[in-house]
């Protein structure tokens, strides 16, 4: 890929060029005061407006000096293309680089997608089988006829399924064991006047539900706290 | 290859400060935003603070798992104090807004640590488009009491359409709306996306309208659900069952995004009752807490239409509450134009982080003096950003983010042969006008051997108020005038005036308001002489 010449560049060849065809006489455009836009090759004897050559001058000799001139300048541009074409390729590479990044981003977004999904259903579907379990079991607390028929066990198949689909109970409620917040929330607070007790479990109230990786829903007790007067 | 591979340079960082919960992310090595993951695989930090005891804070949903252990000792939705004088004190100390809040930021940074183990130095926090000066300052001061270098602050709705933008074609010309209803606030912004340029055109807010609302709404339906089966106590009075009810309405809330109909049990002593509700029956029950968010998005188009942005192309849905379905359908109903729920609980963390790379970027290349073409750029910034990147975060080639005034600012002065005590806030830059703005306003003294002229500088939150604005005069000094309730001062220029000054004799007041509207600088100039008096109102 060939860069567009600076107008200067244009502007000094076709000084150039008049030049070497025509001598002096009949030069069209006159050479550029200074080499602008062909830094940093510096012309020693460089020809001037001031300082034209004549008719009387040997054509040879300019000749030479011109196409030094050009030598030296066409290696200058030949450097810069060079450059060019490394920055180019460059940013090519970066381009392929970046779509291919940008596709293997897309496919793991995709698969993540997916499996978001997937996981977004199957956590509400858990969420639910959750509230039904307490459901039952507060149903069991609550009423005395529930604990003998039939609803221990669909309460047992219930935890069942639950396991099978990597969701499991835990328990760490033991009346007079420590609170961790961490893991337990609390629903209320029991008044004590025992303050060994204060901060320790009072009851649990609902089992914590969990995966490998994440509480789905956290174990609710109730915490006793020490007051002074109770 | 033309990416970095360096490890070792920090990332800049976007966090999303909600008045529920709270979020940060970053740019990963694929040029991707994330969400860190914290605690118990979660990226919402619950945005609570419990003081545990005198040297203890707990942050976060442990914070609410303890609350009812010490709810005098619980802090929830801060950010709603966030430029007030509320404050409380535990044990022993007192507690402002910022330094409760900068205990929320520092943890975010801790679950950041845990997750990329990189320390959090550089970061950007979004705020409400709506916010005020002095709150926008007060979420600085916490981002600096975290010990954050913040960058920036950016509007909630402009982060999202940020976010938004990445994914939408990047060719594309469109003008949207985003209906941001977050746990405790409400924003409606539009935005025109163009080639990867992001320009906001008009904003507009309330700060009362969040899904707290809904909660509350189901709350008192609980409580008179059980009244009518057991009587007239106030179960709400009880303060265990009325936290345990408050959280039962939010998860109540939340499964009727999913489910037709759910059912609750309320346990209130040793009673329980049972209280079943269809998703129809929870739209009805709220549907009037929707009509003022429906009645912004039409002053939000208004203004939008008269800025010459007449057809809106969708409506994107933020903020944790746009999840409830009813907002959904009412919005296609009243509007008829497609919405897209939109990552509604990340989209605005995400657009801070893409805000925050950028701002790296501009940062990186001032301080390195380097070419935004050269590659070796590329080893002063985190991985994963390539050229494409930097080119484009210097506007080479699109991704301008250009913002709005969120106030309209100007400065109090007499009304011109109306008296000594007429008084009118001037205004200079108006609310949803372009920033970067730079405006300059003429004044003139009013007596003779006038010694000083003072400036008190305002800002207003009313569309398009009228200029100048009579304000009613009050007793002597700073009380001379009175502000209406939608103005604030923000503070005085003071210019002393040399001897003699005739009365007429011009002042000139030059008002610069910053390229993310967060830095006002006020210029007052006494062009006879020359004589200037400076105050920057930072954020």
Not at chain 1, 119 to 144: C, G, R, W, Y
Not at chain 2, 502 to 530: C, Q, W
Request: aromatic share 8%; charged share 25%.
């Amino acid at each position: 890929m060939i860069p567009e010449l600076p107008q200067k560049v244009k502007k000094w060849w076709r000084g150039l060029r008049t030049f070497h065809l025509s001598g002096p006489d009949h030069v069209e455009e006159p050479f550029p005061a200074k080499n602008e836009g062909l830094e940093p090759i510096a012309l020693q004897d460089e020809p001037t407006i001031d300082d034209e050559p004549t008719i009387d001058h040997d054509v040879t000799d300019a000749t030479r000096n011109v196409t030094e001139v050009l030598e030296t300048h066409l290696s200058a541009l030949s450097e810069k293309l060079d450059s060019l074409d490394s920055r180019i390729q460059s940013k090519d590479e970066q381009g392929e680089s970046r779509k291919d990044r940008q596709i293997s981003g897309l496919i793991d977004e995709l698969k993540l997608l997916k499996s978001g999904l997937y996981n977004q259903k199957a956590d509400a579907l858990i969420e639910s089988l959750i509230t039904l379990h307490l459901h039952f079991h507060m149903t069991i607390v609550v009423t005395p006829e529930a604990g003998v028929g039939p609803f221990p066990s669909l309460l047992k198949e219930l935890e069942m399924i639950l396991q099978a689909n990597g969701v499991r109970q835990y328990s760490g409620g033991e009346k007079g064991g420590p609170f961790d917040g961490g893991r337990q929330q609390v629903v209320s607070v029991v008044d004590t006047g025992d303050e060994s007790l204060d901060n320790t479990v009072a009851e649990q109230v609902n089992i914590g539900f969990e995966t490998a990786d994440k509480i789905i829903r956290y174990e609710t007790v109730t915490v006793y706290r020490f007051v002074d007067k109770v | 290859m033309a990416t970095n591979t360096s490890e070792t340079v920090e990332r800049y960082y976007g966090i999303d400060f909600g008045t529920t919960y709270s979020c940060i992310a970053y740019i990963d090595e694929y040029g991707r935003a994330e969400v860190v993951t914290g605690e118990n695989q979660s990226f919402a930090l619950p945005s609570i603070v419990l003081f545990e005891s005198a040297d203890r804070v707990i942050i976060g949903q442990e914070a609410k798992n303890r609350a009812k252990l010490q709810p005098d000792r619980v802090i929830e939705r801060v950010k709603r104090f966030m430029g007030t004088d509320w404050s409380t004190t535990q044990y022993g100390r007192r507690w402002s807004p910022e330094e409760i809040a900068a205990e929320i930021l520092k943890r975010l940074a801790e679950w950041t640590t845990n997750h990329n183990r990189e320390t959090v130095r550089d970061v950007v926090i979004t705020v409400p488009a709506y916010f005020s000066f002095e709150k926008r300052n007060a979420i600085q001061r916490s981002g600096k009491a975290a010990g954050f270098n913040v960058h920036a602050l950016v509007n909630e709705p402009t982060a999202a359409a940020i976010s938004y933008g990445k994914t939408s074609d990047s060719n594309l010309d469109e003008t949207v709306l985003v209906y941001d209803l977050g746990g405790g606030t409400f924003d409606t912004t539009v935005i025109n996306i163009n080639a990867g340029d992001i320009t906001v055109i008009c904003s507009g807010g309330d700060g009362s309208i969040g899904g707290r609302l809904w909660d509350e709404r189901l709350i008192e339906y609980f409580k008179d659900s059980w009244q009518r089966q057991h009587g007239n106590e106030d179960i709400l009075e009880d303060n265990v069952t009325h936290q345990t009810v408050a959280e039962q309405a939010e998860q109540f809330k939340r499964s009727l995004t999913s489910l037709e109909a759910n059912s609750l049990f309320i346990q209130h002593r040793a009673d329980r009752t049972e209280v079943d509700m269809t998703r129809d029956n929870f739209d009805h029950l709220t549907a009037d807490l929707l009509t003022p968010t429906i009645l912004h998005i039409e002053q939000t188009m208004r203004i939008a239409r008269e800025k010459g942005y007449p057809i809106i192309t969708k409506i994107l849905l933020v903020g944790g509450s746009s999840y409830m379905t009813q907002v959904k359908r009412e919005i296609e109903n009243k509007f008829g134009l497609e919405t897209l729920l939109y990552q509604p609980d990340q989209a605005v963390a995400k657009g801070a982080a893409y805000y925050a790379r950028d701002i790296q970027i501009r940062n990186v290349l001032e301080e390195t003096g380097l070419d935004p073409d050269d590659p070796d750029i590329l080893k002063s910034l985190p991985a994963g950003i390539t050229v494409e990147d930097v080119q484009a975060a210097t506007g080479n080639s699109g991704r301008r983010v250009v913002d709005v005034a969120s106030r309209n600012f100007g400065s109090v002065g007499l009304i011109p042969g109306s008296g000594i005590d007429a008084y009118a806030i001037f205004y200079l830059i108006y609310k949803n006008s372009q920033v970067p703005s730079d405006i300059e306003r003429d004044f003139v003294t009013t007596v003779d051997n006038q010694r000083s002229l003072e400036f008190s500088i305002v800002e207003s939150n009313i569309e398009g108020p009228v200029d100048p604005e009579p304000i009613s005069s009050g007793g002597q000094g700073d009380d001379r005038f009175v502000l209406p309730e939608h103005a604030t001062k923000l503070g005085h220029v003071y210019l002393n005036l040399p001897d003699a000054t005739v009365a007429g004799t011009p002042v000139t007041l030059r008002f610069r308001l910053s390229e993310d509207g967060g830095r006002l600088l006020i210029t007052a100039t006494l062009p006879k002489n020359g004589d200037s008096m400076d105050l920057e109102i930072i954020v």
